[in-house]
């Protein structure tokens, strides 16, 4: 392993170079606590595949480089996700409690309309995000890390960026 070294006690890979994976800012010196730490995990019994000192895991952290300023552009999206969810998720409910008393829905349409809104208030969530990636022009979590070799690597043996439902 030459891009990465393996951190027993935080069971992640660190990476070993300082170049930001997120922007084009060609950024090259990374610091430890700004990289993105992502999770691969393996949802399938193949860990033979991978085998890292014999011992199994279910979930590792690969580091990806990303410079303070990407760090900083993560976190806000983080927060107006959450913002997003805190105003839209009553609205979910809201809008049509307040639609099936003005007129007779019946459950048929109070169900139609809970779906849609949940589905606007979902969209809306994404597109914020994507806003906010386009404005700074970097490339979110997933999409900076599915770009390292490692992280391939991991995907390519069997592995998961989605976290196995028990
Ligand atoms: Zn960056």
């Not at 949940?118 to 490339?139: C, H, P, Q, R, T």
Request: charge should be positive; proline fraction near 4%; glycine fraction near 6%.
């Amino acid at each position: 392993m030459d891009t990465h070294t393996f951190n027993e006690s935080q069971k992640r890979f660190e990476p070993l170079y300082k170049k930001c994976s997120f922007c084009k800012t060609g950024s090259n010196k990374s610091k430890m606590e700004d990289n993105c730490f992502y999770s691969v995990y393996n949802v399938q019994d193949r860990t033979n595949l991978v085998v890292f000192r014999n011992v199994k895991f279910k979930e590792i952290k690969i580091g990806i480089p990303r410079c303070e300023n990407c760090r900083k552009v993560h976190s806000k999206a983080k927060i107006a996700n959450y913002l997003t969810l805190f105003i839209g998720i009553p609205l979910v409910f809201i809008i049509p409690i307040y639609f099936s008393a003005l007129y007779d829905l019946g459950t048929i349409g109070l169900v139609l309309l809970l779906g849609s809104t949940f589905g606007l208030v979902y969209l809306a969530m994404i597109g914020i995000e994507k806003a906010i990636f386009n404005s700074y022009d970097v490339k979110s979590e997933k999409d900076g890390a599915v770009l390292e070799p490692l992280v391939q690597n991991f995907l390519r043996s069997g592995w998961s960026t989605d976290r196995p439902r028990a």
